[in-house]
């Protein structure tokens, strides 16, 4: 009985669904585009991103290894500094933005619904994935480039002393440096948090055997 | 002898450029005929894309957007449709996974991307037209998962266990399983507001 009465509210409700899509499909004018308004807005912001900040990326790293490598400029670490963290910020934001592309593109809708969202759950870990190790990598290298820019700064370990103002600002942003990326993916766990529980939700769903 | 080798290369690649022109022009028509069925197709199964759309996006202002973007993907999934099942059957999962997609990656996004009602031409809602049923129906349906709404619309457009069970990828006898759970919290949804 009840099942009949959700059979036949839902059949109530579409017939007033369907008369308010009133308008007549164009279906050969839709097929024809590759991707509707919103998304395409949404692909071409994304895109403008990528090309903007790879672009930005290859002046800026053009013009690094022309001072450093070409004319053998030599600069201090606090000259250094500055120009590090905006070449770290173009990088991991390129690399975010292209990451973003490529799960906004690929599809799987010719998976039945369980395993699209396995594939969807591999590709949230992958960019998650992704980003720590990218933050990891960078930020890492840059606190070794520091530790040795500084070291050769003062002529070496002997030259260390614990007064120093300055070594101390070096060891708490080196310490910095070390955390963000785990900070980062703290971030990141709870930014996807709702999303990654849904999947995590549909999935068991799916998987629990007959019970 | 240096005229006649001319004569025939000249032979050869006008022959080659008909070969090339005759595949296109047939590659073409093939592509035209498998585009007129699968407008035909379309247009004889269009009911299942509105009440999917209206399933996972009711009083979104995106909606036909988002229909719009359903018909390109299942254009675009189109050759994968082999025979081997009911158009109606792969135009569910495809629908379904197309929406869900959608859901998905809106929940990626730092923020929306969206136009402005100028840009997007959206209506002004008209009040009165949607009755309580529906609405309540639809609101019932908002608190159930994303898995849960595409098994339970599978079973309420007549789809069997064998069929719902294909097209979210678990055993028949799993698809009876949860059908009947969520079939119960709808309806316990339905009596008291909330689950």
């Avoid at chain 1, 590709?123 to 720590?132: A, E, P, Q, S, Y």
């Avoid at chain 2, 050869?12 to 450029?17: L, Q, S």
């Avoid at chain 2, 005929?33 to 009083?59: M, T």
Wanted: net charge positive; hydrophobic share 40%.
């Amino acid at each position: 009985m009840e099942n009949i009465d959700l059979k036949m509210m839902w059949h109530n409700a579409n017939i007033q669904n369907l008369e308010d899509f009133s308008g007549e499909t164009k279906i050969e004018e839709i097929i024809r585009m590759n991707h509707s308004k919103v998304t395409a807005k949404v692909l071409s912001d994304i895109k403008l991103k990528i090309i903007l900040y790879s672009t930005i990326s290859a002046i800026y790293f053009g013009l690094m290894f022309y001072a450093f490598v070409y004319l053998g400029l030599h600069l201090s670490l606090v000259s250094i500094l500055p120009l590090s963290v905006v070449g770290l910020f173009l990088i991991t934001q390129t690399i975010t933005e292209i990451n973003r592309f490529l799960v906004f593109t690929k599809n799987t809708d010719n998976l039945s619904l369980k395993e699209s969202v396995i594939c969807f759950h591999r590709k949230l870990n992958r960019i998650k994935t992704v980003d720590f190790l990218s933050y990891l990598i960078l930020l890492y290298l840059l606190a070794i480039w520091i530790i040795r820019g500084y070291l050769r700064d003062i002529g070496g370990f002997q030259n260390l002393s614990g007064s120093n103002a300055m070594q101390t600002f070096i060891l708490i942003l080196i310490v910095i440096l070390f955390l963000i990326p785990w900070f980062l993916k703290y971030q990141n766990n709870q930014r996807y948090r709702k999303i990654d529980s849904s999947l995590i939700e549909s999935m068991k769903l799916l998987n629990d055997e007959e019970d | 002898m240096i005229k006649i080798q001319f004569k025939i290369r000249f032979t050869d690649f006008i022959c080659n450029i008909r070969n090339d022109l005759n595949d296109k022009l047939g590659s073409y028509s093939i592509y035209l005929k498998v585009k007129d069925e699968f407008i035909a197709l379309i247009n004889q199964h269009q009911g299942i894309l509105h009440k999917i759309c209206n399933l996972y996006f009711y009083r979104n202002p995106y909606k036909e957007d988002y229909y719009q973007e359903m018909l390109i993907r299942l254009w675009k999934a189109y050759p994968s449709f082999g025979n081997q099942s009911k158009f109606s059957t792969w135009l569910y999962r495809v629908a379904l996974n197309t929406a869900i997609d959608i859901i998905r990656k809106q929940s990626l996004q730092p923020r929306h991307a969206e136009l402005s009602k100028f840009e997007y031409n959206i209506p002004e809602g008209e009040p009165g037209i949607e009755s309580d049923q529906k609405d309540k129906l639809h609101q019932a349906i908002d608190q159930l998962s994303d898995i849960e709404k595409a098994i339970i619309i599978l079973h309420l457009e007549e789809h069997s266990y064998r069929e719902i069970g294909e097209i979210i990828g678990i055993s028949e006898g799993n698809a009876g399983v949860r059908l009947n759970r969520i079939k119960n919290q709808l309806i316990k949804i339905l009596a008291n507001g909330k689950y």
